[in-house]
């Protein structure tokens, strides 16, 4: 049984640049979420969508933003790149309601330069 | 203003002792709990969840949650050096997104 995977692994971008990160998530859950976790920080909530809609939105600006698939995968889309934009990017997966919790994928390591 | 706190440690334990991870939580409405494990470079893997009152015990593991004084805690008994790692407390409110405390640094010492 696969669970969350994420595309690419590491990934070197310059400043003012876009990115796009791609999640699939575990089999049999629906909810794809997006964290960012800085370096000695506790992830952070970007989005989460459901139903290829963005459900819930966190403190983030709008040069995030994503995506989701009728198979219920998920892209993350950063524009004009800063260098406080580099962190590990964590998808999170669930079946619906996190009642029992997110499985994370192992992430994407995002460096701008 | 953080909703999560977590004293970012490290916390230092012998081999086999009992290891008291704590977490408090500003917003009431928070309604579940999770401890998530992460070791150094990888992603965070879930360890419990707790919703009520009480104590939740898996294994090694105890999760406790007091709603009136909004504090959460993990307890590992018989702590080993493979429980070395940070230990993150998350929780969710009326909405879907997991509200992390910074973490804290578990060092178990041989």
């Known amino acids: 049984d696969a669970g969350v995977t994420q595309s690419p692994t590491h990934l070197i971008k310059t400043r003012g640049q876009q990115v796009t990160l791609r999640c699939s998530p575990k089999s049999g859950h629906d909810t794809v979420s997006w964290y960012q976790q800085a370096l000695g920080q506790g992830p952070q909530f970007i989005f989460q969508?459901?139903?290829?809609?963005?459900?819930q939105r966190g403190n983030f600006p709008d040069r995030f933003s994503g995506h989701q698939f009728p198979n219920y995968s998920s892209e993350l889309n950063v524009n004009a790149l800063l260098l406080g934009d580099s962190a590990l990017y964590l998808c999170?997966?669930?079946?619906?309601?996190?009642?029992?919790?997110?499985?994370f994928g192992s992430g994407t390591r995002l460096t701008v330069v | 203003q953080k909703e999560v706190e977590q004293n970012s440690g490290p916390l230092s334990v012998p081999e086999g002792a009992i290891a008291s991870l704590n977490c408090t939580y500003s917003?009431?409405?928070?309604?579940?709990f999770f401890w998530y494990r992460q070791y150094s470079g990888k992603s965070p893997e879930l360890i419990m969840f707790i919703y009520s009152n009480g104590d939740k015990e898996d294994g090694r593991f105890t999760a406790q949650l007091n709603k009136a004084s909004q504090y959460v805690s993990l307890l590992i008994r018989d702590s080993q050096p493979s429980d070395s790692a940070t230990y993150l407390c998350a929780g969710v409110n009326s909405g879907y997104a997991l509200n992390f405390g910074k973490g804290t640094s578990l060092l178990v010492t041989p």
């Open positions: 969508y459901y139903e290829e809609e963005e459900r």
């Open positions: 917003d009431r409405g928070s309604q579940s």
């Open positions: 999170a997966s669930s079946k619906g309601a996190p009642n029992y919790g997110y499985t």
